[in-house]
């Protein structure tokens, strides 16, 4: 190493020093190994890639955009955390070790916390365009007790790949929240999902574009479930043959959660029904975890 490189390393591992050490005296342990954390990985990445003027200040702009995109419809944040597989890595460091509990996935920016009651049975669709799609399953624990009475938040894109919050006029559709029976069986009315781009016309999406990586999600319905004495579960469900299942933007796949389809026509639904022309349906069980807190 000649004088000179010694002299660069010196400085640079001076500032890397200086800062830690600005932190050293956090009063909460946590926030001090994770400032500590950060502040190490950070600075070892900026001297790995020898980050330049130009490309620092481009990623101020790029954190700028992504804030000013921002609102209360728009987490340009979270999409962001999303394509670098940094909510997936949250997801699988923070899932229960339980085994057989259905496994979850990224939550996803288009949940809305007031969605309708809807009846055992019911439909969440309320005119999302698409195929009728019947879905039903099991709410039980890992040891196979059924789960009476589990909050179940259903929410999907329609046919067009358009979730309601993304809807011009405001109506609500594709979304609905449901309780399990007494023994544990859920079941609705939706329509089959279909892939969809996230949000790609900000700052996320330029990187993708620049990249040479694509928007689209493999189609899919999501699912939130509560119940006392559980884990809370937030996963989706996939459908079988999808052409994006190994291409996911956000990297939320998971082999469990793939569901085959079942088409039918001009037969009566499980519920008597006799819906007009083809429909399908699905049966998938969620199976929860126990809560940690004892
Ligand atoms: C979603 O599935 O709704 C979603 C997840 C991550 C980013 C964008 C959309
Ligand atoms: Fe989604």
């Given at each position: 190493m000649s004088a000179e490189d010694t002299l660069t390393t010196d400085r640079e591992a001076a500032v890397t020093a200086e800062v830690l050490d600005s932190f050293a005296a956090t009063p909460d342990p946590r926030l001090r190994q994770v400032m500590t954390s950060l502040v190490r990985h950070l600075h070892?990445?900026?001297?790995?890639?020898?980050?330049?003027?130009?490309?620092?200040?481009a990623a101020i702009e790029f954190l700028t955009r992504a804030g000013h995109i921002t609102d209360s419809r728009r987490q340009e944040f979270i999409l962001l955390s999303d394509v670098l597989g940094l909510s997936m890595l949250t997801v699988a460091i923070n899932e229960p070790d339980a085994p057989g509990a259905t496994e979850s996935t990224v939550f996803g920016p288009f949940f809305v916390d007031d969605a309708p009651?809807?009846?055992?049975g019911g439909d969440i669709a309320q005119?999302?365009?698409?195929?009728?799609?019947?879905?039903?399953?099991?709410?039980?624990?890992?040891?196979?007790?059924?789960?009476?009475?589990?909050?179940?938040?259903?929410?999907?894109?329609?046919?067009?790949?358009?979730?309601d919050v993304q809807y011009p006029d405001g109506r609500t559709a594709g979304r609905g929240r449901l309780r399990s029976g007494t023994d544990g069986e859920y079941r609705f009315w939706s329509v089959l999902p279909s892939p969809y781009p996230i949000p790609h016309d900000g700052p996320v999406g330029d990187l993708l574009a620049a990249t040479g990586r694509g928007p689209m999600r493999p189609a899919h319905l999501h699912f939130l479930v509560s119940a006392p004495g559980f884990r809370t579960l937030i996963t989706?469900?996939?459908?079988?043959e999808d052409p994006y299942l190994t291409s996911d933007a956000v990297f939320g796949v998971k082999d469990d959660l793939v569901v085959e389809v079942s088409w039918h026509h001009d037969t009566p639904a499980p519920?008597?029904?006799?819906?007009d022309g083809d429909w399908t349906s699905i049966a998938f069980d969620l199976v929860l975890a126990p809560s940690d807190e004892h």
């Open positions: 070892a990445f900026a001297r790995e890639v020898r980050l330049t003027d130009a490309e620092w200040t009651e809807i009846a055992l005119g999302a365009a698409g195929v009728a799609c019947h879905v039903s399953g099991e709410v039980r624990s890992v040891t196979g007790e059924p789960i009476p009475g589990a909050r179940i938040e259903v929410w999907e894109a329609d046919d067009d790949g358009f979730y989706h469900i996939f459908l079988a519920d008597g029904s006799h819906p």
